[in-house]
């Protein structure tokens, strides 16, 4: 579809350079009706009129189909911009979490942008410079050898220099271009590290240190820009002077041409005027070289990108099979109903070698409409079993099972589907409160949004908001305290309706009383839900139907509040400690 | 506070309307200085402008001399000055070109000089208020918007004013007709400019606000990445972001298409005029009044004519938003200075001798809070100082700290400990009360001179890009003695570079132990009168923890220190126990007196530091 717009946009532009370059001709055959007259020839007012009438019938004709091509072809850049950019988020957001993990930010929009951007300079400006640039070109060496051949065999001995030349400071342009950039990143980096370091300026009287390290910065910065205005200036210098030595070369041998009767006056002129037309396009053909390097390196960078296998749909890992069926065994117990949730051997390390054991022989089952508190010391891997079983990272086969089928033969979407996550650190998007809280939805529902908010503790403070629901959080808006965050996602989780959720110590902003108020809406509320809830708080672990105190990467305990107490083990510690500090709290 | 979505992309793009004089004259004083390089670019712009004018009328003496009637001789000669002519023209207005963007970039040199300078001595308050990436935007995009004003726009826009104004004398005065024939199309041509270059700015600020929303999307979506997996939602932020992208791309297209009328259309204006010309410079060549010559120039003139109409309105644009980044950085320059450097220039030194009471005479103790009240205030919208007060975060803090005393504050997250390191650097001014160190009120004490006698261990503990050396150095010139105590060179001995490793951009390559080190080395190379120390909560592995507690009761004992304590040996080694709770110091005294008073500390102890319970 883009060829035929391209072959026409070519067509297009032909046929405007042909009306382009025929206006000229017209100046000749003006200014030659008049000399002929005034040399006593033929009454020139006729043909001069005619010449000029076709001179502005040309010109217009070459503008509207300028115009014509132009629009077609950056069009079509456009689109296809768009439709690389299209292709690209929706590949980079199927790309696994662990991409997102090992590629810097930076890089990933990078590609989404500037490379993106290279790519539409060179399938736009850059096409339209170098067709235009060749059609013109070879249409204007045509005119030009019918005027005089000698003159146009000088004129052309200077292009490729003026291409070489013009290609070379391209480059040059470009490599100083590039220390440009990089002394202003170092520049940035200087200020963004003072800036968030302000503090230890000041308590140990490192002000004029840092001027002068950020004058040195400038410095550099300045040196370099210099650089780069210098080489501009040469290589301008250079093109301009040989530019020069061609045109003044045309004009002497031109005029003598005239003079000798080898040509008349109005090809003398129209020579000329080609000339001039040509040479603009001559010095920017290195640019568009250049363009052209700059644009299919970036197209590469973004196809390193579009090859990166993304997370199959079918399931986590690999070989997908068609083994979604309940595995009768898995059911320890043996009762008929197959629990909800059962983790068997779960074993899992972030480096892919073994190395760095996250979790290690992890067993446990849930069943339906039951509450888990998880406890544990930071790093204990409480964080990492959520992954997992949300599927944000692949579980290995024949680990987790869901109603007794293998998790990881079920199809991801649909898997983390059943799961809603409230990770420890809450991340809302810039958008109203109302999106954020039903972006687990596929559709906007306000209703559930402000029943689910007010499950999470949060609706009095929505309401209190500028614009209630609508109004916008983030970055583009108001921003939130730590706890607000922490209950805005609480209430996206629970709107959005899964069978489990993963409350991932996701109240530790909130103080105590508001936690168990919130804890209390959503065991209120849990009927069918079940929950798994990592907290530190007591208060919260004792309502718990079951408690599992993960340590170093496994269960360590396992069993109701009053069981585990009666261990006087790990929990039993925590215990303690917690209820000091009640006490204390109390006291004050 | 409250910014709609379209204020926020606004902020940094808004537009001055007319031209403010004194906001002018604000820049050009950063532009004296320069005068000379000023000079001599418009003096070469002169010589350029001049160059490039005689071309068409040698062309025209050439013609009617020697192609007309046919007179070669002397033609190689007239052909040269020709030449000379376009050389010149090239070189000033590359000279020009060279010497503007020299002054361009001195002058943003200058300025980013200042703002920096400038920015030091803001008060904390001004930072934590104020978003870093504003601050950032500030000293790059603002001032090279300003560097493109005076690079590219000041003294070229002179360039093309004399061109346009030499062309017309100089078409005048060779034949007046002509002339007029040549300025017909003129009006049209700039009321063609002008509406299409207000539809162009309007879209072309359309397209950028569209492109960053776009990629304010992506950004989010890609660090939010997490989220969107979680929800199984990359079908519906497909759609939201095919959305934008599509709106974007809807944006870009009118762009394009009006982009696609104005050049074609500008050309043909002027191809235009040139067709006018030529019929009555034909019809005035026919009967005698024309030479051929001058016919010939004015084709040449018109030519040149049109281009730097073409980009008038482009100057102005440049103009516009440099004007709006100056206002910005004026107003960052504006911004006032944070007490404590204020005074400093006013009293230069109050004395060199410290006065009797700072040698430390055991009478007066070394750190003493009187009835000291605080709040931080409250971010107010502006960033301007001096916004509403928030709630107190201090009530009526006092105690005192002997000389060569180890104080530890103790007490629960939000209690106002680190606040009070904070306020004994004087990095807020305090409500109510008085701060004092050796008997002085740190308010009374010069800057240097009192940050001088404090060194500060932040809780994250924030290195600076550079090498370990250089790091431990910035705190002081004691770097032998510093190191030893800690024991840098125990881990740093292992690197193949020692102490002269790179620790990377705030030190990312050094474990969080490890910065913690090197940021205690950091405070003893100050040799400082009095030590803070803000403990780090986070956990580190045992053997680091060993280290970092070695090193502690190597710096420790025998010193003047403030230490937030979250580390039971460090809450046993001191001398005095300071208890806050709720902005309020509610016990003090030694390990044992208070756990024998079985109060909050007593309760406390039990909770953090004794295993078990």
């Not at chain 1, 579009?306 to 043996?334: I, M, N």
């Not at chain 2, 537009?15 to 320069?34: F, K, M, Q, S, T």
């Not at chain 2, 360039?159 to 049209?188: K, N, Q």
Request: contains cysteine; charged residues 20%.
């Amino acid at each position: 579809m883009h060829r035929r717009v391209y072959a026409l946009c070519v067509a297009g532009l032909l046929v405007s350079s042909v009306f382009g370059l025929l206006v000229p001709w017209m100046i000749r055959e003006a200014v030659d009706a008049v000399s002929a007259a005034r040399a006593g020839g033929p009454p020139g007012e006729g043909r001069l009129l005619r010449a000029v009438e076709l001179m502005v019938l040309f010109t217009i004709l070459n503008a509207f189909f300028r115009f014509l091509s132009r629009r077609s072809l950056f069009v079509a850049a456009r689109d296809v911009e768009r439709e690389v950019r299209r292709r690209l988020f929706s590949h980079v957001v199927r790309l696994p979490i662990r991409f997102f993990h090992e590629t810097p930010t930076g890089d990933v929009m990078s590609r989404l942008t500037n490379d993106l951007s290279a790519v539409w300079i060179f399938l736009g400006p850059g096409l339209l410079m170098l067709v235009g640039t060749i059609i013109s070109w070879l249409l204007a060496v045509a005119f030009m050898l019918r005027i005089s051949p000698m003159l146009t065999g000088v004129s052309l001995l200077i292009a490729p220099a003026v291409v070489y030349l013009s290609r070379e400071y391209g480059h040059a342009f470009h490599l100083r271009h590039r220390l440009v950039q990089e002394s202003l990143a170092s520049m940035n980096a200087t200020l963004q590290e003072n800036v968030s370091g302000i503090r230890l300026v000041k308590a140990f009287t490192l002000e004029t240190r840092e001027e002068e390290r950020f004058s040195g910065e400038c410095e550099r910065y300045y040196r370099q820009n210099l650089a780069v205005a210098r080489t501009s200036a040469a290589f301008h210098g250079a093109i301009g002077l040989l530019a020069g030595v061609g045109v003044a070369l045309v004009l002497f041998l031109g005029g003598r041409a005239v003079v000798q009767g080898a040509i008349t006056l109005g090809g003398f002129v129209a020579f000329n005027a080609y000339l001039a037309m040509l040479s603009f396009p001559t010095m920017a053909m290195g640019w568009v070289i250049n363009l052209f390097q700059r644009g299919s390196s970036a197209m590469g960078r973004i196809n390193e990108f579009l090859r990166l296998p993304v997370e199959l749909p079918e399931g986590g890992t690999g070989p997908a099979g068609e083994g979604a069926t309940p595995v009768g065994d898995a059911v320890g117990s043996g009762i008929g109903e197959p629990r909800l949730l059962e983790v068997r051997g779960l074993a899992f390390s972030y480096g892919g070698d073994g190395r760095g054991e996250a979790l290690r022989d992890i067993s446990f089952s849930a069943r339906k409409g039951e509450v888990l508190g998880l406890v544990g010391p930071t790093g204990g891997g409480k964080s990492t079993l959520f992954s997992l079983l949300s599927g944000l990272y692949p579980a290995p086969p024949g680990t987790v099972f869901l109603e007794g089928i293998d998790a990881s033969t079920i199809p991801l979407p649909e898997l983390r589907r059943r799961f809603a996550v409230v990770s420890q650190d809450p991340f809302l998007f810039s958008d109203s409160v109302l999106e954020n809280v039903c972006f687990g939805q596929e559709r906007t529902d306000p209703e559930a949004a402000r029943y689910a908010t007010g499950l999470a503790g949060f609706l009095a403070e929505v309401e209190e908001m500028p614009n209630g629901f609508d109004t916008v959080v983030g970055e583009r808006g108001i921003s939130l305290s730590g706890g607000q965050k922490q209950r805005a996602t609480i209430a996206r989780a629970l709107c959005a309706g899964a069978p489990i959720l993963l409350l991932d110590d996701a109240l530790s902003a909130v103080d105590a009383e508001t936690e168990r108020v919130i804890f209390k809406g959503i065991l209120s509320e849990k009927g069918e839900r079940t929950v798994l809830f990592s907290t530190h708080r007591m208060a919260s672990l004792s309502r718990c139907d079951r408690i599992l105190v993960l340590a170093d990467g496994r269960i360590v305990e396992e069993g109701t509040h009053d069981d585990l107490l009666s261990l006087r083990g790990a929990y039993f510690d925590l215990y303690s400690r917690q209820m000091l500090a009640r006490e204390l709290e109390e006291s004050s | 506070m409250k910014h709609g979505p379209d204020d926020f992309f606004l902020d940094d793009h808004m537009e001055i309307r007319g031209i403010d004089r004194r906001l002018l004259a604000r820049i050009l004083r950063y532009v004296l200085p320069h005068r000379r390089l000023l000079a001599a670019a418009l003096a070469a712009l002169i010589c350029g402008t001049a160059c490039q004018l005689a071309g068409p009328y040698l062309i025209k003496v050439f013609i009617d001399r020697y192609v007309t009637p046919g007179q070669l001789s002397g033609m190689g000669g007239w052909v040269l000055l020709y030449l000379a002519a376009l050389v010149g023209a090239m070189g000033f207005v590359y000279l020009q070109m060279y010497a503007v963007s020299i002054l361009g970039q001195r002058v943003i040199l200058a300025l980013r000089r200042e703002m920096f300078a400038r920015m030091q001595r803001l008060p904390v308050v001004f930072f934590d208020r104020t978003p870093t990436g504003r601050l950032m935007t500030r000293l790059t995009s603002d001032v090279e918007a300003l560097q493109e004003l005076l690079s590219s726009g000041l003294v070229s826009t002179i360039g093309d004013v004399s061109v346009l104004a030499g062309t017309a004398v100089i078409l005048l005065w060779m034949d007046l007709r002509l002339a007029v024939v040549t300025f017909s199309v003129l009006p049209v041509l700039v009321l063609f400019v002008e509406v299409l270059k207000k539809r162009i700015r309007e879209a072309n600020r359309e397209m950028r606000r569209k492109l960053a929303r776009m990629n304010a999307f992506l950004q989010e979506h890609v660090t939010g990445v997490a989220v969107v997996k979680a929800f199984g939602m990359e079908g519906k932020s497909q759609q939201r972001f095919d959305a934008l992208n599509g709106e974007y791309a809807v944006e870009s297209v009118r762009l394009t298409n009006l982009y696609s009328v104005y050049f074609p259309g500008v050309e043909m204006l002027a191809s235009v005029a040139v067709a006018l010309l030529l019929w009555r410079g034909g019809v005035g060549h026919l009967s005698g009044a024309v030479t051929f010559g001058t016919l010939v120039a004015f084709l040449e003139y018109a030519r040149r004519f049109y281009d730097p109409i073409r980009d008038m309105s482009d100057k102005y644009n440049i103009l516009q938003s440099a004007l709006a980044s100056s206002e910005r950085i004026f107003r960052l320059l504006d911004e006032e200075v944070s007490p404590e450097y204020a005074e400093a220039r006013q009293k230069p030194a109050l004395e060199a001798r410290p006065s009797p009471s700072v040698s430390g005479s055991a009478a007066v103790p070394a750190v003493e809070f009187r009835d000291v009240w605080f709040s931080y205030p409250r971010p107010a919208g502006g960033g301007t100082i001096g916004g509403e007060e928030g709630p107190p975060v201090l009530r009526g803090v006092s105690f005192v700290l002997e000389e060569g005393r180890t104080g530890a504050i103790v007490g629960a997250t939000g209690a106002g400990k680190t606040t009070i390191l904070s306020l004994l650097c004087r990095f807020y001014e305090i409500r109510r009360g008085k701060i004092l160190l050796f008997g002085r009120d740190i308010r009374e004490i010069p800057r240097e001179e009192l940050r001088g006698s404090l060194a500060l261990v932040l809780q994250d503990p924030f290195l600076f890009s550079g090498t370990v050396r250089e790091n431990v150095a910035a705190g002081g010139d004691a770097i032998g003695p510093a190191l030893s105590t800690i024991g840098v060179e125990r881990f740093t001995r292992e690197w193949s570079e020692g102490l002269s490793t790179d620790v990377g951009e705030r030190g990312v390559r050094l474990s969080t132990g490890q910065r913690q080190m090197v940021s205690f080395a950091r405070a003893l190379a100050r040799e400082p009168r009095v030590l803070l120390l803000d403990e780090a909560t986070s956990s580190v592995d045992p053997v680091t923890e060993g280290r970092i507690q070695e090193a502690l009761a190597g710096i420790l004992p025998g010193r003047t220190a403030l230490v937030v304590a979250h580390r039971l040996s460090t809450v046993l080694s001191a001398d005095r126990i300071i208890v806050m709770h709720k902005g309020k110091v509610r016990e003090m005294g030694t390990h044992r007196e208070l756990l024998a008073a079985g109060g909050i500390y007593q309760r406390l102890y039990a909770l953090q530091f004794e295993g078990g319970g």
